[in-house]
């Protein structure tokens, strides 16, 4: 089964009169791209959420932002006393000095450098926080992998549809390309009559013969049938049993491409050629819809 390489997931948990909300977002992306938020105070955590989130997603960019909100009243953050006074006594002085008179706000102060600071937890609680958030990030993971999930089954059900449509249109080459060569020893056949009528001459059997043997073998596109016909077995086959695919379904999609160009080249026929140009519409839609693979 496939999956797509959109989705979405978030959870929200407390530990220890904090809460921690995760949220893990998932875009499309060649390759596995993580960037990773982390509120202050807790970078700790980046290596193994990065490690976690590669253990479980193999492509796209994948958004993980950490939020941590105070339960209890300081449990985040701390506010450096000394030198919030220092500072209060100083603007005083300075105040006094100058002769202005005015108040002096406190909630202004707390915006300057180094007065408010994270708490930084010891080594036993950071490993305890870890814990804890690493399994909230387990459970995000499993609710992004589940919209994962359900995304893919339109994926597939899409990718399906052109892929029989293609088949179609391939049967209906297959059906006329038997007939190419017949066509083009009548069509030759009736063109040198009339050119040989006119200078009243005859053409040996053997030369026209070996004229169109030459041409059967350069317009004989049936091992190129055989290996689009396989192209979209193994397309389908690699749709039902494997969920990490985008890469490999990309691949098979230039494979298929490059047979149906092979064979507008080579076959002459009107009817083939429509056909070939519907096939090569369809393999652009499934390349499209392949990027949204994971």
């Given at each position: ?33 993580t960037i990773i938020k982390l509120p202050e105070g807790t970078a700790f955590l980046e ?61 202004s102060l707390l915006d300057l450098p180094g007065i408010v600071q994270p708490v930084v ?174």
């Amino acid at each position: 089964m496939l999956n797509s390489m959109t989705g979405y997931g978030e959870v929200v948990g407390e530990f220890d009169g904090i809460s921690y909300a995760v949220e893990i977002k998932a875009v499309n992306n060649r390759y596995l791209k993580t960037i990773i938020k982390l509120p202050e105070g807790t970078a700790f955590l980046e290596d193994d959420i990065d490690k976690e989130l590669r253990r479980h997603l193999s492509r796209g960019t994948i958004n993980y932002v950490l939020r941590v909100k105070s339960v209890s009243a300081n449990a985040l953050f701390e506010i450096d006393e000394a030198s919030l006074r220092s500072l209060v006594m100083k603007l005083k002085e300075i105040s006094a000095s100058v002769g202005v008179q005015g108040t002096i706000d406190l909630a202004s102060l707390l915006d300057l450098p180094g007065i408010v600071q994270p708490v930084v937890p010891e080594e036993e609680q950071c490993l305890r926080i870890k814990e804890f958030v690493l399994g909230l990030t387990v459970t995000a993971l499993d609710k992004l992998k589940h919209m994962r999930e359900a995304e893919g089954r339109f994926l597939e059900a899409d990718l399906k549809k052109h892929c029989d449509a293609i088949q179609a249109e391939l049967e209906t080459i297959r059906r006329c390309s038997g007939s190419v060569t017949q066509d083009y020893a009548r069509k030759l056949r009736k063109r040198v009559d009339e050119l040989l009528a006119e200078a009243k001459l005859k053409l040996d059997e053997q030369t026209l013969a070996r004229e169109v043997a030459i041409l059967a073998d350069r317009s004989d596109i049936s091992e190129e049938i055989t290996r689009l016909d396989a192209h979209l077995q193994q397309f389908a086959q690699i749709c039902r049993t494997d969920g990490q695919a985008g890469r490999r379904l990309d691949f098979l999609s230039q494979e298929m491409l490059r047979e149906a160009n092979t064979v507008a080249s080579k076959a002459g026929d009107a009817q083939i050629a429509r056909s070939v140009v519907d096939i090569k519409c369809l393999i652009e839609r499934l390349k499209e819809q392949i990027q949204n693979v994971e």
